[in-house]
């Protein structure tokens, strides 16, 4: 009787070679999948926001990965050919589909839905893929789970949690999402195109690729698509302006002019954009719409400043307007009153004289709150993280910095604290070696850095402030929100006495102040003196209708912190007090963030959001 032979068990079909492909080319594609997924998340944060656009976005990563491994699809090798064709048309569809899905005004459904429309097929094929070239190896050591077991969870940890890597890669950093997604997209239809010339990439036996192995000319074929390349990959442009923006943009159909639109790896997209004057025909049919003639820096879904231009440049003696940009062209208050609260950092009273003030700026923004303490004598210091928004300021909203050595762009906690350990005794009796302000305004796009809102950074923070010295911290948001009470409560940890101003119109009530998103100024002090402000007088405003307007009546802004600590107990102070080890202010502010975002589009209409 002839002995049996031994059989190969179904899920051992590879050679080693084979397994060993398969696995580096999984590994390959996975990567290419991750930065593919950064690159997307790139495309949708100037139209939704960062928060928005990572709200749910891990949900569509695991569905896509789910149905990429239990529904039946194609074989891995046409697969792979669809996902270089997604990828090559990501530019465009990824746009235009956040475009019109932004403009039913949810931003939570819009980003989802967005996501299922482009991210979701990418990930969906991508999966597939991986699937199939996983069939041929065998899985039953590792606790006989089945191939599904092992490539579900692997796809999607190898999507998410590579994301916060991707933006320390200098090439990703700087590369245009279309470039990312083209070059990618590219590199899986040329792998498609010499699969079948690859013999040990051969691991499904039943794929109509091996069963069509033999046919020279269909595989012959695949090589047809090669000299396409080319021109698929220059006729897919990005919908968006060119970065950097190399000459002024005016839209066909709206009256804005993009001055300047850069991709920055800190902010995102930085732009510049002006809303032109009514024209003499508009004015005449009296068709002139609110918002005009106002210029505006944004920062992702975010606008971080703005300035009154044309006949709204003016000042409060009638003589011109009321500055210039680095170009000479007239500009005039700010949009946002905030910047001016922080002014009034300048009048609380101290009993020490001071003849050499110094302050330090920790954000810039457009500037216009560090422009008004340079022009009162006022040595500055600026810390700013962006060299892109620190160069809008200058060059387009009339930022002019005497002292450029007194410039840092770079992380302010590092700043901070290098500092600190430089501070000698000789530097504390010098005029410059301790600050006498800080404005704390770091606030973007509906979060903050939580870093720098920490107990330790405030610690450190108060090193290089004079004994009487005001700290000025800036956020927006609800005050009865968790965020806020957190930076509340932390800063009453530190300092001995905190007042708050908002900047909404005075005389409302408490009950919408607590309720409402607006923008809060809190000046704290080392001292344990009640802080008191000093009245403005003619040579605070600056020649500006709006300095005499807040400054006048910040008095009438304030707003009573204690009412929004006194009544919480031990366990809840505990819970909302910022340290480095405890610090969920971030979590925390996503849902305001989603709130931001709907603000930010009552603001401006939609178009000056798509325009970038």
């Not at 926001?49 to 749910?56: D, I, K, V």
């Amino acid at each position: 009787m002839p002995q049996a032979q031994p059989t190969t068990p179904p899920a051992v079909r590879g050679t080693g070679g084979t397994t060993a492909a398969a696995h580096v080319l999984s590994i390959l594609l996975l990567f290419g999948l991750s930065i593919a997924t950064y690159a997307y998340e790139r495309t949708l944060t100037p139209l939704y926001g960062f928060a928005p656009t990572r709200l749910h976005m891990n949900k569509i990563v695991w569905g896509s990965a789910i149905l990429g491994t239990f529904l039946p699809v194609f074989s891995a090798w046409t697969s792979f050919f669809v996902t270089g064709i997604i990828l090559c048309a990501m530019p465009q569809a990824a746009y235009w589909a956040a475009l019109y899905s932004g403009r039913y005004g949810d931003p939570v459904w819009g980003p989802v839905s967005t996501h299922v429309a482009t991210l979701g097929p990418l990930l969906y094929f991508g999966f597939t893929v991986v699937k199939e070239l996983q069939k041929g190896i065998d899985t039953s050591s590792i606790m006989g789970a089945p191939t599904q077991a092992i490539t579900l969870p692997t796809c999607r940890m190898a999507v998410m949690t590579l994301q916060d890597l991707w933006p320390l890669v200098p090439y990703l950093r700087e590369a245009s999402e279309r470039d990312i997604f083209v070059y990618i997209g590219t590199i899986a239809i040329v792998v498609w195109a010499v699969a079948p010339f690859l013999p040990k990439l051969d691991f499904d036996e039943s794929s109509p690729r091996s069963q069509s192995q033999s046919s020279g000319s269909g595989n012959l074929l695949r090589f047809a698509v090669l000299p396409l390349l080319p021109y698929i990959f220059n006729s897919v442009h990005s919908p968006t302006l060119p970065k950097p923006l190399t000459e002024p943009w005016t839209h066909p159909n709206a009256p804005l002019r993009i001055l300047s639109s850069v991709m920055s790896p800190y902010s995102g997209v930085v732009v510049v954009g002006e809303i032109l004057p009514p024209t003499a025909a508009d004015i005449a049919s009296g068709n002139v719409h609110e918002p005009h003639s106002m210029r505006y820096l944004r920062a992702g879904h975010s606008l971080l400043g703005g300035v009154w231009t044309g006949e709204r440049s003016y000042r409060r003696d009638g003589k011109g307007s009321l500055g210039h940009d680095a170009n000479l062209n007239p500009i005039g208050d700010s949009i946002y009153s905030a910047f001016i609260i922080q002014e009034a950092a300048r009048l609380v009273e101290t009993f020490e004289k001071r003849e050499h003030e110094s302050a330090l700026f920790i954000g810039l923004g457009t500037g216009i709150a560090a422009q008004s303490f340079i022009k009162h004598n006022i040595s500055t210091t600026i810390v700013e993280l962006d060299p892109a928004v620190y160069d809008a300021a200058t060059e387009y909203f009339g930022l002019v910095v005497p002292e450029k050595d007194k410039v840092a762009i770079a992380d302010a906690r590092s700043w901070v604290t290098e500092r600190s350990r430089n501070v000698t005794g000789a530097e504390v009796q010098s005029p410059e070696g301790l600050f006498d302000y800080v404005v704390h305004d770091v606030f973007s796009g509906g979060g903050v850095p939580g870093h720098l809102f920490t107990q330790p950074f405030w610690r450190v923070l108060n090193k290089i402030i004079k004994p009487e010295g005001v700290v000025a911290v800036n956020v927006a948001g609800k005050l009865d929100s968790d965020s806020l009470k957190s930076i509340v409560v932390t800063l009453k940890s530190i300092f001995p006495q905190c007042r708050a101003f908002h900047d909404s119109m005075e005389g409302h009530p408490e009950e919408e102040l607590r309720a409402e998103f607006i923008n809060w100024v809190f000046f704290c002090t080392q001292t344990s003196r009640p802080i008191t402000l000093r009245p403005s007088v003619e040579a605070d405003y600056l020649q500006s209708f709006l300095r005499e307007k807040v400054l006048s009546t910040i008095t009438q802004r304030e707003f009573d912190l204690d009412t929004i600590t006194k009544d919480l107990e031990p366990r809840e102070l505990r819970r909302l007090t910022l340290t480095d080890e405890h610090n969920p202010l971030m979590e925390w502010q996503e849902a305001e963030a989603v709130h931001h975002w709907k603000l930010m589009r009552d603001v401006l209409p939609n178009v000056y959001w798509e325009t970038y």
